[in-house]
């Protein structure tokens, strides 16, 4: 164990464990009083899932309990609600104290609190989509398209709709990316409907076929339905709370070069909730979580400010993955689609790498 500047041992609370949260949490546990508040008692690689509903087993690799990482640490298992320049508010109301806080909330999911609950969630889908002869998945962005990619991949029998109000899929990625994946669903079968809304209000979950409607009158049948919509930036628990004014138009928090927030000598921020001006995605996050963990180890062992690491925005890259062989890679100058991306993504979904990463065999 370290000690602080001044001799004393000094808290640090981590808010949200993610991709960016858990890495965190992992590389500070031995450096201070360290504590990990989070909704739920797991990590979850968010980009396994949709492979998790074509095949749940998948799941008991890439939902890892934080315990299992986080060997030295307290873990508070409840929703941060509000904070104050010393302490964070839990959704129980109790008051943790800090001397150093990471805000890591890129986003709220309405997930089980438990491992046991989200495996047994993965199962549920599993059956939904095993006995559906026609499935509709609303939202073209990376979710919606990677869960199309799974069911066409593994249920080729089975017909797929997939609506998306914007005028192309994955919009957070170029156009050309766009449109082969287009392309790879139309030679699929899969049904893309752009520039529509599935009407919320006309969906029943009673089991059997039903009829949607769209925001433009047109009728489709299926069997069940998915919800692939954004989950939303986690940050409207801040709205009220010290950080009120830290927050940007779009609702993030506004971080300085060090990735602490503009004003804050010991509050620092990681991951999707960062105003950084670069793609949003997991690998970054990971970057921004070891820059922020090297500058909390320099400051929590007296170091000077003058020396703390800098983070650098990145251009974009992305992979999707298009069921369990093929994908889609965006570059700063080209995109491609087919096998080559598959192969750095789709067959393992980083899920080996990611343990790797958090210190874990692989199981
Ligand atoms: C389908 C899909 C595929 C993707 N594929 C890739 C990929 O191939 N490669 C890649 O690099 N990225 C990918 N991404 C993006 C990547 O998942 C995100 O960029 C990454 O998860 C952001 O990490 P984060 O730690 O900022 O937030 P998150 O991973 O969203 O973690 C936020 C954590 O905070 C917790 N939380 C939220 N609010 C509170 C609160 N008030 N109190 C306590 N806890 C709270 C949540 O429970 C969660 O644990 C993909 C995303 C999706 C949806």
Known sequence: MELGGGGERKRVVVIGGGVAGSLLAKSLQFHCDFTLIDQKEYFEIPWASLRAMVEPSFAERSVINHRDYLTNGQILTSGAVNITDTEVLTGEGRLIPYDYLVIATGHADSVPISKTGRLKEFQQDNLKIRSAHSVLIVGGGPTGVELAGEIATDFPEKKITLVHTGSRLLEFI?????????????????????????????ISDSPGSKIYQTSEGERFEADCHFLCIGKGVGSAWL???????????NGRLMVDENLRIIGRKNVFAVGDITNIREIKQGYLAQKQALVAAKNLKLLLAGGRESK?????????????????????????????????PGLIKSKDLFVGKTRKTLGLEDA
């Not at 669903?185 to 009407?199: A, P, T, Y």
């Not at 709205?239 to 138009?249: A, F, G, P, Q």
């Not at 890679?329 to 087919?338: L, R």
Request: aromatic share 6%.
């Open 174 to 202: 170029g156009e050309k990316a766009a449109n082969k994946t287009l392309n790879w669903f139309k030679s699929r079968n899969v049904e893309v409907i752009l520039e529509q809304s599935v009407r919320l209000d006309t």
């Open 239 to 249: 709205r009220e709370t010290v950080l009120k004014n830290s927050l940007d138009i």
């Open 308 to 340: 703390m690491a800098t983070y650098q925005a990145h251009s974009v890259l992305a992979l999707v993955s298009l069921g369990r062989k093929q994908g889609l890679a965006q570059f700063p100058y080209t995109t491609c689609i087919g096998r080559l």
